[in-house]
């Protein structure tokens, strides 16, 4: 596979240098966790929670027909088959589904975490991103059957076909890759080499790309722009959820290939225009692009003819708990919003007078899909807690959320350098929580927290910004312990992971001794640091026993990131005990944390 990185803007898109370019990519339609189809009279949904897909009329958004597919989807694509493809991200499987009598027609094992779907623009084929193995799939429109297009991506997602090639960018880390369809790939990086209004934004990480669109002449990417490293000059609040003179740490974002500057669109004033969390994009009209917010729950309007920063959001609709997902019926102007932390469907209408002062727009109607939860009350009520950016006592702007840094309950990817008036200097590993239940107290890498209630609160009031008032911190712990799941890897060689199993629990190499119990830890302490790799203004000098859940997608690792690869984490001055082991016996180690 040959790899490039090329500068954003250089031997991109063709048809869009511009962002006013006329005319379309060459481009085929993009899966969503929502669709219309049936010539507007029914809207398609994923449930995640359940497994399933539900059909709604689209008139009075009522439930036609639940499909039980499997394994948390996320992402459908309606082909001009009739075909409805569905990814199941946790059960490995494309599932396609007749639209008309609901029947599951055929399911193919793809990849590991099937995420994105895109279908080619003949529709004979469709391109599927695999966040867990890294690998980029094309399947056979009819049959399903997959190949590998490329590989060795970072947790890859938002996917798009563009005449022969298929755009994806990496969930972390900001980068897009354009796959060639002999497997080449030139990969550009999502931040920006210039913003003249907003300099510091050329320091920062692109992060969390969720999205694309293809619509108007170019590829747009939604995502972040976060100030995760300390090293940018402007003026910044002391906190994550504080803003100083609109300057925040964490900013929505969407970039177009071609060399323009990323559009940040969001303003943390209380007005109308406050988003965080940009998980889903569809264009409606000659020039709008509509963006769902999972964490302020709303849609935000932007004009792709604004030049002006502070004028591209033309419009807000609020809408339920989470969006994750639009569909747009152009025809009837409306949209249809995936509200999926309340399981609802949103309508909105789209014949709305957009304008810098537009009001906030509410749904034309909003109904919840009643479906058995398989979570309790308590886990439910903490999942909306994590991703909600709108409470002051949590977050006083709106900027961020837990799931600003833990999206899902995940990791963001990143090292942060945390510096707050309460919070010494110290730079840590985001964590994935699937490690984080109750039983594998101590929290944080330090271990400062016995019980998560008080990690809870102080997340909230010294990295946050809010006060914590009113706010119920037991609900986080059931919400990680019910809800948030390792990614999971199916190994490749299994006879590589009993040797490598047999190596770990050895008292030769003896990583159980630490590594231990269901979850991989032993709870407890340790001095790990080699005297000289200690940063002197970073205080620690022994951590909590990580447990290795999901390890395989967990890199850069340790508490401040300093392996790249497990490789790294195997070869580190910390690791004496496996200064002994031939090469094969550290593969055969690794297969193991791999599978785990
Ligand atoms: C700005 C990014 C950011 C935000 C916002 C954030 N976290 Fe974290 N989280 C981190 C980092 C970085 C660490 C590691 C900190 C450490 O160990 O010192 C962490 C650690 C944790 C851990 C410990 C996991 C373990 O296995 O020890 C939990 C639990 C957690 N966060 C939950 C939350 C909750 C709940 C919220 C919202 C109230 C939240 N986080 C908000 C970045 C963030
Ligand atoms: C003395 C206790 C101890 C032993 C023995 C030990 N570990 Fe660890 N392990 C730790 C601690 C503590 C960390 C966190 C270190 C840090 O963050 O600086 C860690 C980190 C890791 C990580 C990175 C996890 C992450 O999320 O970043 C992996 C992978 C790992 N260990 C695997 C192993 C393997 C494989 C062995 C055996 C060769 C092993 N460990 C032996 C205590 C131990």
Redesign the pocket.
């Known amino acids: 596979m040959r790899r490039r990185l090329v500068a954003l803007g250089l031997g991109v898109v063709a048809a869009c240098g511009a962002d006013h370019a006329p005319g379309a990519l060459d481009a085929g339609p993009v899966g969503a966790s929502i669709a219309v189809v049936d010539g507007g009279s029914t809207v398609v949904v994923v449930d995640p929670d359940q497994g399933s897909v539900s059909f709604l009329d689209a008139a009075s958004l009522a439930v036609k027909a639940t499909v039980s597919v499997g394994g948390e989807p996320h992402a459908l694509l309606a082909m001009a088959s009739g075909a409805i493809l569905v990814a199941n991200y946790r059960g490995g499987e494309v599932v396609a589904v007749d639209a008309a009598t609901h029947a599951v027609t055929a399911r193919k094992s793809v990849c590991a975490g099937p995420y994105g779907l895109a279908a080619s623009p003949d529709g004979s084929w469709v391109a599927v991103s695999c966040e867990w193995d890294g690998r980029v799939m094309k399947l056979d429109a009819a049959t399903l059957a997959p190949g590998a297009l490329a590989s060795g991506l970072r947790r890859p997602r938002a996917v798009a076909v563009v005449g022969s090639d298929v755009w994806v960018a990496d969930y972390v880390g900001g980068l897009v890759h354009d796959v060639h369809a002999d497997g080449s790939v030139a990969t550009t990086s999502l931040v920006p080499t210039s913003a003249s209004y907003r300099p510091a934004l050329t320091h920062m990480s692109a992060n969390l790309t969720s999205a694309v669109s293809t619509a108007f002449g170019a590829l747009r990417f939604a995502h972040v722009l976060e100030n995760n490293t300390g090293d940018t000059t402007e003026a910044i609040a002391a906190d ?1 959820g504080s803003v100083t003179d609109t300057n925040p740490k964490i900013n929505p974002a969407v970039t177009a290939m071609g060399g323009l500057e990323p559009r940040i669109y969001a303003k943390f004033d209380g007005g109308a225009r406050v988003y965080s969390g940009p998980v889903a994009l569809a264009a409606f009209g000659s020039q709008y692009l509509l963006v769902a917010h999972v964490s302020t729950a709303n849609v935000a309007v932007l004009d792709t003819h604004s030049t002006d920063p502070g004028a591209r959001s033309v419009g807000t609709y609020q809408v339920g708990a989470g969006p994750s997902g639009i569909a747009v019926d152009e025809e009837r102007q409306v949209a249809f919003v995936d509200n999926a932390l309340d399981q609802s469907v949103s309508r909105i209408d789209l014949s709305q007078t957009f304008g810098a002062d537009a009001p906030v727009f509410k749904p034309a109607q909003t109904l919840v899909r009643s479906l058995p939860s398989p979570y309790s009350a308590q886990a439910l009520a903490g999942r909306r807690f ?1 991703f909600d950016a709108t409470n002051p006592h ?1 977050t006083p702007a709106g900027v ?3 799931a ?3 999206p899902s309950g995940n990791d ?1 990817g990143l090292v ?1 350098f ?1 510096n707050t008036p309460n919070v010494p200097f ?1 730079h ?4 994935h ?1 699937a ?2 239940k109750t039983a ?1 107290a101590p ?4 271990g ?1 927290f016995t019980a ?1 209630d008080a ?2 609160e102080s ?2 009031t010294n ?2 910004g809010g006060d914590g008032l009113l706010v119920d911190t037991t609900v ?1 712990q059931p919400f ?1 312990d019910e809800i948030v799941q390792a990614p999971v890897l199916p190994p490749e060689d299994p006879g590589a992971v009993a040797r490598g199993q047999a190596l770990f629990t050895s008292a030769q190499v003896g990583c159980s001794t630490c590594h231990s119990g269901s979850y991989l830890t032993d709870d407890m302490m340790h001095v790990v640091l080699s005297p000289e790799s200690l940063d002197p203004a970073d205080a620690i000098t022994q951590t ?1 026993t ?2 290795l859940h999901g390890a395989f997608l967990f890199g850069p690792y340790f ?1 401040d990131g300093r392996a790249a690869t497990l490789n790294d984490v195997l070869a580190d001055p910390i690791m004496g005990h496996t200064k002994g082991l031939s090469a094969g016996q550290l593969d055969d180690l690794i297969a193991y944390v791999r599978s785990l």
């Open positions: 994550y994590f949590v961020v959320a837990c600003s840094c833990h963001d942060w945390e110290r840590r590993r985001t964590p929580l490690n984080a594998t929290f944080h890498w330090d400062q998560m990690l809870v997340t909230m990295i946050m986080v990680i909590n990580p447990g508490h």
